[in-house]
């Protein structure tokens, strides 16, 4: 890719951070004046919004117990489990950078930082929120990355937020995607230490995405040093080294597909969301070969490797 199309690249990428800033504002402001009134009525639209969406929003099957359709269950979540864990590595390398579809990459942190580790192994620390459309796409490639370094189980599907606490519709509503609220990872490269700091939809009395997992003293200072006090979700601290703050494509690639649709197509370089998905998850990969010294083999492949220099 030439200076002036890394340079599109990266405005585009900055534009995005700060368009989702902006509506992160907005949406505090409107939830602070829900608070204040107290409105019933507000509520209740809320909830008559998340009934119609259930009637009418064409997505597959499933309740989860925030209230929204929550995809497959049984033998079909594990058939998209096993597809989006299993992506070729002939597919993967294939799509290499995107096509252009991946605004966003792992970018370096200057300067000299302690190692962030676990148990002797490189740690990549993930916090993202059930609502959040941006962190919802981020896991479709976290979670291909991750899977060539090692194994998921108790993975769970979930939404984004369909409307936030005010009653306005979310950017990108109802985004497809998986939750790690209850799920384990094991590699013998790198552990991986997510949380999920809110659910996908707003606590009538208070207006505000309840709360999950709260970060640790260590976490927060994580977020505070690398991403700012005020920074954007999803956010990735790979061992210290390198970081991802705010969306990595566009969460509009997903909408109005099944995860059993997006799992295939991740298989199929030429779809847009193979180069989107699986163009953001050799970036991943690339930031965590840089942590193991290109270990495995299977994983850091030379198409991954070649994309380590732009990181």
């Given amino acids: 890719m030439g200076k002036a199309s890394r340079t599109k690249v990266e405005s585009t990428r900055r534009e995005k951070i700060a368009a989702q800033r902006a509506a992160e504002r907005r949406s505090e402001q409107r939830r602070r004046i829900l608070i204040a009134s107290g409105s019933v009525v507000v509520v209740l639209a809320i909830v008559l919004v998340f009934v119609i969406v259930k009637l009418n929003g064409g997505k597959p099957s499933g309740t989860s117990a925030q209230g929204l359709s929550n995809g497959p269950t049984g033998s079909a979540l594990t058939a998209v489990v096993d597809k989006v864990t299993s992506v070729p590595a002939s597919a993967l390398d294939t799509v290499g950078e995107g096509g252009g579809a991946v605004t966003g990459k792992p970018s370096t942190i200057s300067g000299t930082n302690t190692p962030l580790t676990s148990n ?7 916090m993202g929120a059930e609502y959040c459309p941006y962190c919802a796409a981020e896991r479709w490639a976290m979670i291909v990355a991750l899977s060539r370094f090692g194994t998921f189980k108790g993975l769970a599907t979930v939404h984004s937020a369909v409307a936030n606490g005010a009653g306005d519709a979310e950017p990108d509503p109802d985004t497809p995607s998986f939750t ?3 799920a384990t990872y094991s590699s013998p490269y790198l552990v991986f230490s997510p949380i999920e700091i809110q659910t996908n939809i707003p606590d009538p009395s208070t207006g505000t995405y309840t709360t999950l997992q709260t970060p640790t003293k260590a976490q927060q200072a994580l977020v505070t040093k690398y991403d700012g006090s005020g920074g954007s979700i999803p956010f990735i601290d790979f061992g210290n080294k390198y970081v991802i703050s705010g969306v990595s494509y566009d969460p509009g690639v997903l909408d109005n597909l099944s995860w059993a649709t997006i799992a295939n197509d991740l298989s199929n370089p030429s779809s847009p969301v193979a180069q989107a998905v699986d163009g953001t998850a050799n970036y991943i990969t690339a930031a965590i070969c840089k942590m193991t010294n290109n270990t495995p083999a299977s994983a850091c492949t030379t198409t991954v490797q ?6």
């Fill in 120 to 126: 002797g192994k490189p740690e990549m620390f993930f």
């Fill in 180 to 182: 790690f609220l209850h």
């Fill in 306 to 311: 070649g994309l380590e220099s732009q990181i």
